[in-house]
């Protein structure tokens, strides 16, 4: 059973940063895809950005392009989401998703979900 867990959220200062980490675990699995999403309260969750874990490719929202970078460590099974200049508007519970599936749409689809992780950024 492929297990993900997030890791790395808090409270931050606007403008200030924070590195998120999902880290797969039970066993080898294939993956088309790795991405990030978020939910603020009283909304609904939404796409921020998304990994091929073949090549790399990067996709992001516009509401964080240029701000947040996605990336993978394949030796330790992971990906990571690092948020710079961060907003009071990216506060949210983050979570982890994976997709073990060729798809085109890497915004949604997702088969694998881990169970979230809060960020707050204060003004």
């Known amino acids: 059973q492929v297990q993900l867990v997030e890791s790395g959220g808090g409270l931050v200062q606007a403008g200030g940063s924070l590195r998120l980490s999902c880290a797969a675990s039970g066993g080898s699995f294939s993956r088309f895809a790795m991405a990030w999403f978020r939910q603020a309260p009283g909304k609904e969750r939404d796409f921020v950005a998304a990994i091929r874990w073949s090549d790399g490719r990067t996709v992001y929202a516009d509401s964080v392009k240029g701000r947040f970078t996605i990336s993978r460590d394949n030796a330790k099974n992971t990906v990571n989401l690092q948020m710079n200049s961060l907003k009071p508007e990216d506060t949210a519970i983050y979570y982890c998703?994976?997709?073990?599936?060729?798809?085109?749409?890497?915004?949604?689809?997702?088969?694998?979900w881990g169970q979230g992780t809060q960020v707050t950024v204060s003004s």
């Open positions: 998703a994976a997709k073990t599936y060729y798809s085109a749409n890497y915004y949604g689809g997702y088969n694998y």
